[in-house]
């Protein structure tokens, strides 16, 4: 039966799971995960964008603005948080939405990098990046590889990759990961792991593409392609109890909640406010708080996408950086 609502798909995915924080459907206590170390902190910069794409976990599209633009302001009071509380904050992540479609997006940029950050831009690569290449080149040119920028392309197949992000997709991409090869920027392409197609082929497949292109990228570095877990919010998955560390030989520090959090602002809101990670925008349960002071809690691993994307995918957002 197809899911056609989010009342239904919600029904349909817990079967009685991820609904007590503390306990799994089972009765066995949940595996959570305490912050170790900031070391990355990702600014939502707003759902929308210029693509609607089919399995957006996000849901961003040219219509979907539930999170809203981010001002420099906004972004700039976490990071004096950083400075102040010298946190051991090493990246600066901007994702969307398309970030390069929030009108402060360079400053935000040029304010993370001039701070010693490392910054890494996720982005689809097509118009709104490219109505930004001066700014881009004379942030390259002051910052060099500090700036990293990771397009995503989501097979090596085009018509794959189009069946997930709208016909004629395929090709402003790629001009957008040629522009970036071609000016030496410090950049990667990010794949997802489509139908059980194993990893081998998947890079073989992206190393033929980026030799045909001239793409100045080594597909067999995970950190030059980062390939992450499909999420599918419609999949039955299991819980993991605090058990499961030793079952699976996996450790809490390995999850990306361990050292990362990110910023969002919802629309209507006020201020901003700080949430576990990149995957759960919209799940009001893991609001942390205001600040980053109040989001250094333990993460109760209490959602899908925490089992499915980061224990059992082992997946990460920053991963390559």
């Not at 590889?145 to 097979?155: G, K, N, P």
């Not at 980062?226 to 450790?251: F, H, Q, R």
């Amino acid at each position: 039966m197809t899911v056609t609502t989010p009342q239904a798909r919600d029904k349909a995915l817990r079967r009685g799971k991820f609904v007590d924080p503390d306990v799994t459907a089972d009765g066995a206590r949940r595996a959570e995960v305490a912050l170790s170390g900031l070391r990355t902190l990702w600014i939502n910069t707003g759902t929308l964008c210029n693509l609607t794409c089919r399995n957006c976990y996000i849901e961003s599209s040219p219509t979907n603005d539930r999170l809203a633009y981010i001002t420099a302001a906004e972004a700039a009071a976490f990071f004096d948080e950083i400075a102040a509380g010298k946190l051991p904050t090493e990246t600066i992540g901007f994702t969307g939405g398309e970030p390069f479609m929030n009108p402060d997006i360079m400053a935000m940029l040029a304010d993370a990098l001039g701070r010693g950050h490392r910054v890494l831009v996720l982005t689809n690569a097509m118009k709104p990046m490219a109505h930004k290449r001066a700014e881009l080149l004379a942030l390259k040119e002051r910052f060099g590889t500090a700036l990293q920028i990771r397009v995503s392309i989501d097979h090596h197949a085009r018509a794959i990759h189009e069946l997930e992000r709208g016909p004629r997709s395929w090709a402003p991409t790629l001009e957008g990961v040629k522009w970036l090869s071609d000016n030496g920027f410090h950049f990667a392409v990010a794949g997802r792991t489509f139908m059980g197609e194993a990893e081998d082929a998947m890079r073989r497949g992206y190393a033929r593409l980026f030799a045909k292109e001239a793409i100045a990228l080594d597909a067999r570095d995970p950190a030059q392609l980062v390939l992450l877990p499909e999420m599918d919010e419609t999949l039955d998955v299991p819980e993991i109890s605090e058990a499961c560390w030793d079952i699976l030989g996996a450790k809490p520090d390995d999850v990306m909640c361990a050292h990362e959090r990110m910023v969002i602002k919802r629309k209507g809101a006020a201020r901003p406010t700080v949430i576990p990670c990149t995957l759960l925008p919209y799940d009001e349960r893991f609001e942390m708080g205001a600040t980053l002071a109040e989001a250094d809690g333990a993460v109760k691993l209490n959602h899908p996408h925490c089992a499915r994307f980061c224990v059992l995918g082992g997946g990460s957002c920053s991963g390559g950086t």
